[in-house]
């Protein structure tokens, strides 16, 4: 028999858990494997080598194996997690879609600092193998994320979290939408998925430095949030607003595996 003083307290648990802030989980892993398993056709063979080398032991050893991994850390890592939580996302829609670090990012924890950061780890090779594979992780799923328009959005809605809809019956909000059930809503498996992506035209990309150029790609997201029609008019969404939006939710992931490799490739000295 449980005591009730001890059920109490459980339920108080539970209950103070469920208020804790739950971080954006940009793409979902859908949408981070496709933007790993894209920047791996772009490699180079030195490059490929030493990922290939980084990532063995781990249970998947391969770009897309790790591209979850980030948002895993809130059951696997919790401290890590909470540490880590602001690196997903820096908010620039109420400036126009133009960032500035001392006043969108002035303690460097966003996705463009943490990309910089994580670049220049996996970059140095007096770091620790240990050291470097987790800066991998992190640049894997941030390059994914920062390509995510929600990831750099309003900070007055949350990334869209806070912006409710129904669509096709059921009750979402705008973030969820964009990270995962447009492109599930499709049907595809994530190998056709990936066919299909590859037959999008490759986005120009200027020549890669380090530190990467993590704000543009962040504000050329926040413009896809800020163009008219974006936020529906409705809060049931009609599936038009899909027909015309996935596209550019499939231009984006597509712009994030070409970036994702350019970064690799820079880092571990591939190109």
Request: hydrophobic residues 45%.
């Amino acid at each position: 028999m449980v005591r009730p003083f001890l059920f109490v307290l459980a339920l108080a648990s539970a209950c103070a858990l469920a208020l804790l802030p739950v971080p954006a989980q940009a793409w979902g892993l859908l949408g981070h494997r496709l933007v790993a398993l894209l920047a791996w056709d772009d490699l180079t063979p030195a490059t490929r080598l030493q990922i290939d080398a980084l990532l063995t032991g781990e249970a998947d050893p391969t770009l897309a194996g790790i591209a979850g991994w980030a948002d895993d850390l809130r059951k696997n890592d919790p401290v890590l997690g909470r540490q880590t939580a602001n690196w997903h996302f820096v908010n620039i829609g109420e400036h126009d879609c133009v960032y500035l670090q001392r006043r969108d990012c002035p303690d460097g924890n966003c996705v463009i600092e943490a990309i910089r950061k994580q670049t220049a780890i996996l970059a140095d090779t007096r770091r620790t193998r240990a050291e470097r594979l987790q800066a991998l992780k992190f640049v894997v799923h941030f390059v994914g994320d920062a390509h995510q328009p929600l990831h750099a959005g309003y900070a007055r809605d949350k990334g869209g979290n806070d912006a409710q809809i129904n669509w096709n019956g059921r009750g979402t909000n705008m973030h969820t939408l964009w990270d995962s059930r447009m492109l599930v809503s499709t049907g595809r498996s994530e190998q056709a998925y990936l066919q299909h992506l590859r037959t999008l035209p490759r986005p120009a990309l200027a020549a890669m430095t380090l530190p990467p150029p993590a704000a543009t790609w962040a504000e050329q997201s926040c413009r896809v949030v800020t163009q008219p029609g974006f936020y529906p008019r409705r809060a049931k969404l009609e599936q038009a607003y899909v027909d015309t939006h996935l596209p550019i939710a499939e231009r984006q992931l597509r712009a994030g595996g070409v970036a994702l490799a350019a970064v690799l490739n820079k880092a571990l000295g591939g190109r």
